[in-house]
Every structure is written in structure tokens, then in C-alpha cells.
């Protein structure tokens, strides 16, 4: 008798661990992947920020990835894409300049150039604090040597900030970086562009009616994950209790013996 209550436990803990595993596999999905480790942190801050619950895994090499639960998977997106995460990869002079063949003409010299200082110029701005986008555009002409009018060379800017960060009083100051790092680049051939990026609301965590009130309820007061644990618990216990009756009248018992068996521990 006391070998088939045993058995009659341990269908019923294996059951809620493997409710528990398919949970815990199934309420996560991956963000992004491929991220260098500070890149994931970035990331994880910025949701943290928000409220949402986010991890990072260690993937080949030095390589991870941020996984985030399924259903903040679309605001996860829209938080990170407001602090314009993940960072673009910019390229550096040495990376463009790296010799592709025997011989290159001047003008592939030239575009690869160009390419270079914007890269360059686009990374430094970057870095500024409250900038989520910079992009500078130059355009250097090709004048020719022997021509006497000369045209100048030009730069287009284009910073978008946090809403928190007031770029203004940087103007001056950044058109004089760009003005100074590209060679014949006038100060007042540079425009300056700023953007705020727009104030984001992300969403409460979304819980389905089919879940009933006290599920959501209940998923308000405790984290996203947390809620869907207990919820699957419950629903794991609820499927238990329901085929214990079966499974008492194929040993030929009854609710009572089994009272008796769980209060008499």
C-alpha cells in the first residue's frame, strides 16, 4: 500500500516538473544574438530601465545573446530601437583602407576616403551622451587642379537625442569637430541637424482573458515570468487532481483512503 502511494507522488511530481520545464523553456524567446558583451549589458540596462525582464546568454566564443520574455518581446523591440540599441558597427580607416587589389584608381581612393571620415566622424558623435543616432554625410568634389573656381567641400549632420538631453548648446561645438576633421571643410559649410526621439510607452504586460480574473490578477502584482510560473503550477496541480480519480480507481481506491494516506504523513 504504502509503495503505491509512492508511486501515486511521483507521477504527480513529475508532472509538475515537466510542466514547470516546458514553461521556463517556452516563455522566453531570443532578442538579439551575436552581441558583444558590452552590447548586451547596453541592452539590458535600457530594458531594465523600462521595467522589463531580460537576460543575457553566452553563445560561441565571445559572442551572447539577450532573451526576453514572449510576450514583451514587441515592446522589448520598441524600447530598444528608441535608444538605438543595438549600436551600429561603424568601420574604421584602417578596415576601409585595407588593400582589396594590386592597384586602386583615384577615384575608388576617393569614395573609400569619404566613406572613412564619415564613419569616423559618425562613431565620435556617438559617443556624446543622449545621442541614440548620428549620421554625417560629406561630399568632398573632385575639382579639377586646373580649373580657378573651386568648389568647397560640404557636410551634412543628422544627431537623434533623448528626449532628456538637450543637444543646443553642443551646436557650435560639434560643427567645429566635423569642420576640423575633414581637410578644405569650412565651418559654415556643415548643417546640423538635431531630432528628438519621441517619449515611449511601453505597454503593460498583456494577459489574456481566457486567462480568467484571478490569473490576471494576479500576473499585476507579481513579474511577468513569476505570474506565468505559478499560473503553469496551477494548472499543472488543476490536471493533476483531475486524473488522480482515474488513476485511485484503477488500484481499486477511493478519495477517502487516499485522505487518509496524505494526513496520516
Known amino acids: 500500500m504504502a509503495h503505491r502511494t509512492l508511486r501515486v507522488s511521483r507521477a504527480m511530481h513529475a508532472l509538475l516538473a515537466l510542466t514547470l520545464a516546458l514553461l521556463l523553456s517556452g516563455c522566453t524567446v531570443e532578442l538579439y544574438s551575436g552581441l558583444s558583451e558590452q552590447e548586451a549589458n547596453e541592452m539590458l ?27 514583451r518581446l514587441g515592446a522589448a523591440v520598441a524600447v530598444l530601437r528608441n535608444n538605438g540599441l543595438p549600436q551600429e558597427r561603424y568601420t574604421t580607416l584602417g578596415e576601409v583602407f585595407q588593400r582589396q587589389g594590386l592597384v586602386s584608381t583615384p577615384a575608388e581612393e576617393r569614395m573609400r576616403y569619404i566613406h572613412a571620415v564619415s564613419q569616423e566622424l559618425s562613431q565620435t558623435l556617438r559617443k556624446l551622451d543622449g545621442v541614440v543616432v548620428a549620421r554625417v554625410h560629406v561630399v568632398i568634389p573632385a575639382n579639377d587642379p586646373l580649373s580657378d573656381k573651386l568648389k568647397p567641400s560640404s557636410a551634412s549632420v543628422f544627431i537623434k537625442h533623448r528626449p532628456d538631453t538637450d543637444l543646443r548648446l553642443l551646436v557650435p561645438a560639434v560643427k567645429d569637430m566635423v569642420a576640423h576633421g575633414i581637410e578644405g571643410l569650412a565651418h559654415e559649410q556643415v548643417s546640423l541637424t538635431l531630432v528628438e526621439a519621441r517619449r515611449l510607452a511601453v505597454p503593460d504586460r498583456a494577459v489574456p482573458e481566457a486567462q480568467g480574473p484571478a490569473v490576471a490578477g494576479l500576473a499585476e502584482w507579481l513579474p511577468g515570468r513569476t505570474a506565468a510560473v505559478l499560473a503553469g503550477l496551477f494548472a499543472a496541480a488543476a490536471l493533476a487532481l483531475a486524473a488522480l480519480p482515474a488513476l485511485l480507481r484503477r488500484r481499486g481506491r477511493d478519495w477517502r483512503w487516499f485522505a487518509r494516506q496524505v494526513f496520516r504523513r
Open 45 to 71: 540596462a535600457a530594458l531594465s530601465a523600462e521595467g522589463i525582464d531580460a537576460r543575457k546568454q553566452r553563445g560561441e566564443g565571445s559572442q551572447w545573446a539577450v532573451q526576453v520574455d514572449e510576450a
